[in-house]
C-alpha cells in the first residue's frame, strides 16, 4: 500500500489507459504479499518491483506456450 501512495502523482499523470494498466500491477504484486513479507529484509520496493515482474514474466510466459500450442495445431497434418 505504501508503494502505492508514494507512486500516486505518477499514476495520476499517466493516460487512463495507463493507469488501468497500472492497476492491474500492483494488483499482481499484492499476490506476492505473504513473499514480500518473508523477504522483509530487502528494500520494500524492489521488492513490489520483483513481484510485479514475476507476474508479468509468468503472463509472457502462458501466452508463449498458447502461441506454441496454436503453432503445432496449424502444423499438424
Do not use: G
Not at 528494500?43 to 509468468?58: G, Q
Amino acid at each position: 500500500m505504501q508503494f502505492r501512495q508514494d507512486y500516486a502523482k505518477f499514476r495520476r499523470a499517466l493516460s487512463k489507459t495507463d493507469q488501468r494498466v497500472l492497476d492491474e500491477l500492483f494488483v499482481d504484486a499484492n499476490k506476492h504479499v505473504a513473499e514480500a513479507a518473508y523477504a522483509s529484509h530487502a528494500i520494500p520496493s524492489e521488492t513490489f518491483m520483483l513481484a510485479m515482474l514475476l507476474e508479468m514474466h509468468r503472463e509472457v510466459m502462458r501466452l508463449r506456450a498458447q502461441i506454441e500450442a496454436l503453432a503445432d495445431e496449424t502444423s499438424s497434418p
